[in-house]
């Protein structure tokens, strides 16, 4: 499957901004998508990921209440709402898909288990 983000830019704190993910390729029905980011100087980190299938979703705790993924199912599309953006938001946004793991964030949190990968696409919040 190929993912293409695309949707970032620069917003000033307290904003929101969404970006998007669009897949294509063969089906991602057995797969889920999940959101990275990396900031300057920093290691990569799990933001978000959503269970194609079930349409579970997944958080990391720093941006539970701010942050909402979703699918499109007709545009085999996901999105990333981001509200109540900080600075510290500020970093590069990745989509990655993987297979379907068990019910649990600490599965698809971890980078290494993604095996398809889209370019970056870069969010710069503002102070």
């Known amino acids: 499957v190929q993912l293409q983000a695309s949707g970032g830019g620069l917003v000033q704190a307290g904003g929101s901004l969404s970006v998007s993910c669009a897949t294509s390729?063969?089906?991602?029905?057995?797969?889920?998508v999940g959101w990275f980011r990396q900031a300057p100087g920093k290691e990569r980190e799990s933001v978000a990921a959503?269970?194609?299938?079930?349409?579970?979703?997944y958080y990391a705790d720093f941006v539970k209440g701010r942050f909402t993924i979703s699918k499109d199912n007709a545009k085999k599309t996901v999105h990333l709402q981001m509200n109540s953006l900080t600075p510290e938001d500020t970093a590069v946004y990745y989509c990655?898909?993987?297979?379907?793991?068990?019910?649990?964030?600490?599965?698809?949190?971890?980078?290494?288990?993604?095996?398809?990968w889209g370019q970056g696409t870069p969010v710069t919040v503002s102070s």
């Open positions: 959503i269970n194609w299938r079930s349409s579970n979703t």
């Open positions: 990655a898909a993987r297979s379907l793991a068990p019910d649990s964030y600490s599965y698809y949190s971890k980078e290494s288990t993604y095996r398809s």
């Open positions: 390729g063969r089906s991602i029905t057995n797969d889920a």
